[in-house]
């Protein structure tokens, strides 16, 4: 059942706290062999965890178009949703673009900024309990717009040995340029470090359960991730006008995905709070995923009072949620207010799920009040930086004793003659 609190502040909700299981050994170990073993380790693995009895590793290229072509034959109309997706997904994030640039200064000065896309990134796609074609796509193509030489994808195999055809036809759709069946901390590590077929990447992209979090947080260093996700979560803003079988059926949205998600309301309407709490309970009986739904909401879970929508907002800025839903009549009088969220969704009409497939944003997102500090997921995570400056004679000998002196400062002799010497 939904729990019903008055509260102004997050002091003492229990229901922010997920339980944690250490799984950093046995992670640990997985990344070991892989790093040792290579193919043998995966293939091992493949069979261990996931049933399936592997020749390769890597999915023949020929089967990635043969897959698109059945997909489109078998359901055309969700391979045009696929792609009408895609291009909302390429438009947005064509935006993101950031160009070098060079400042000719005077009198002999020159800096500037080099954006360079990565030479080769890897897509984690997770498998298991559901398939998931949305994360190919909202995790390929801003590496593909970065221009990234190479985009190389892993994801659980099923029994058979093989990839969900969806999986393939997302990855045709988003460009991906190699597949490996390889899943969880074992993915991860054969990205990370490279094995005899799958190439070692620069940076690793996509979310994951607890093991692939696990072994993001310890391969990194060795190589860029984008973000350590956690269970997923949603938080709703919203006033009496607002409709209860709206706000409940966002909520349970996210609390399909898993147990340990989390679904919050934050209402200046007790009348509201009660009615979405019943309404919760009614659609809860009707999900396929009812189950993992059930102990989300029960656990983590939660419809919370407070004396205004803008003491509503503030309350969601120190959670920091992933998804923010503000389910009011005039939803950009607040935006200005929101400081801290993954991703916002404006009005009665935005529900969270249009983010996750459709409108073009991305669905890769910082959790856990992250996004204190983290954004989502964007074409800038696939590009580094590198600057450069340049000096002629004159300009140098015009600043070099107050490079020298300030060199000098810091206890450090070298650095000043490395100057002074020129002069």
Known sequence: MLKIIRCNDIQNLDLLKRPTDDVSGVVAGIIADVRQNGDKAVIAYAEKFDGAKLDSVEVPRGEIGRAFDACKESDPRLIAILEEAAANIHDFHRRQVVNSFVVNEKNGVVTGQKVLPLARVGIYVPGGTASYPSSVLMNCIPAKIAGCGEIVMTTPPSPGGTVSPVILAAAKVAGVDRIFMAGGAVGVAALAFGTESVPRVDKIAGPGN???????????????????????????????????????????????????????????????????????????ETLPRREIARKSIDNYGAAIIVDSIEAAIDLSNEIAPEHLEICVDNPFDYLDRVTNAGSVFLGKYCPEALGDYFSGTNHTLPTGGTARFFSPLSVEDFVKRTQFTYYTRDALERVADKVAYFAETEGLGAHARSVTIRN
């Open 210 to 284: 607890r093991y692939v979090a696990e072994a993001k947080r310890q391969v990194f260093g060795s190589v860029d991730i984008d973000m350590i996700a956690g269970p997923s979560e949603i938080l709703i803003v919203a006033d009496k006008t607002c409709g209860p079988k709206f706000v409940a059926a966002d909520m349970l949205s996210q609390t399909e995905h898993d147990k340990l998600a989390s679904a919050i309301l934050i209402t200046d309407s007790e009348e509201l709070a009660d009615a979405v709490a019943a309404e919760v309970e009614t659609q809860l």
